[in-house]
């Protein structure tokens, strides 16, 4: 695949490139190339430039969330990360780049003193990545403190879009669907002391230990499935971990593939898994859960690629 377009432009480019070296699944086949840009300018620049020569790309960020076919795809991947964060302050609005780690624009809020974004300690990812899936914890969503974001839109124009503009929702955003590309993210928070901050975070990340510890030493992308929601047959939102252990899917395991003894909505894999065992081994999860209690889970986890048999609605593009 020829990307000379790209060679004025601070990317690096790798070819031919595993899927499993960008995911936290670890899974998954190769693609043509990875691109990997660390800031807005210079995402805007290389998604401009892969859409005038019609080069096909998906974009992805941290890979978190996201279970990549063994068949891999033929599409470019652009991967929108960055390890330092980019952020700015003003006031009591900060400004981050959507490539800035999750943590990290949770760990500066607090560091700055102004509360909003506690809910968001230790969750893996990319700030543009939470927002794109509304990621969320304790009652809370990260569109909830939202202000503003500057997107890449498809013709390459760049938009300001208030949230209150923007349908929200459950685990759930427009930027899922609509090719809308995440520059940057605003947010409106509250003064309150560092002390009382640094104090939520650490209650926090020590009640999230068990999640950070096994994620960080197993390869997975935490919750498979999301929880389920008070329009359901549930009555109230509801852990799907619950639903899946009282159905029967704790301890399953299908060719290396195998939910957590203790955590039934989490899936990891070893002895040579393959991403369709983790599949596989996700839809009987859900029917199990549909077949006690009639609720139908939805994923959490992103499919990147072709699975035997997927579902033709599952979506393209991915965070």
């Not at 509801?238 to 003894?261: I, M, P, S």
Request: glycine residues 8%.
């Amino acid at each position: 695949m020829d990307l000379s377009c790209l060679n004025d432009l601070d990317v690096k480019i790798e070819r031919d490139t595993p899927l499993s070296r960008h995911t936290t699944f670890k899974l998954g086949g190769k693609c043509p190339a990875v691109i990997e840009c660390r800031d807005a300018k210079i995402l805007q620049a290389t998604v401009t430039r892969l859409r005038d020569h019609r080069i096909d790309f998906l974009l992805m960020g941290f890979g978190s969330n996201i279970l990549a076919s063994d068949n891999g795809c033929d599409k470019v991947i652009v991967r929108y990360t960055s390890a330092l964060p980019l952020i700015q302050r003003e006031e009591n609005i900060i400004t981050t780049d959507a490539a800035t780690p999750l943590d990290s624009l949770a760990a500066y809020a607090a560091d700055a003193g102004l509360d909003g974004l506690t809910a968001m300690f230790g969750i893996p990812g990319t700030a543009g990545g939470a927002i794109a899936g509304n990621a969320g914890a304790y009652g809370e969503q990260i569109s909830d403190h939202l202000q503003s974001v500057n997107v890449l839109r498809k013709d390459s124009s760049i938009a300001t879009l208030p949230t209150a503009s923007i349908p929200f929702s459950y685990r759930d955003s427009p930027f899922k669907h609509n090719g809308d590309i995440l520059l940057t993210a605003s947010f409106a928070l509250t003064p309150l002391t560092k002390d009382a901050l640094h104090a939520k975070r650490d209650k926090v990340l020590k009640e999230r230990k068990f999640k950070l510890d096994f994620w960080q030493h197993y390869p997975c992308a935490g919750s498979f499935f999301r929880n389920v929601a008070p329009t359901s047959n549930a009555g109230q939102r509801r852990a799907a971990g619950w639903f899946l252990e009282q159905a029967g899917a704790k301890d399953l395991c299908l060719n290396g593939a195998r939910t957590y003894a203790e955590h039934a909505n989490i899936i990891t894999h070893a002895d040579g898994a393959t991403a369709q065992d983790v599949y596989e081994l996700s839809l009987k999860m859900a029917a199990l859960v549909k077949a006690k209690f009639d609720i139908d889970l939805v994923r959490e986890v992103r499919l990147l690629g072709k699975f035997k048999g997927m579902a033709a609605s599952d979506p393209k593009g991915y965070w």
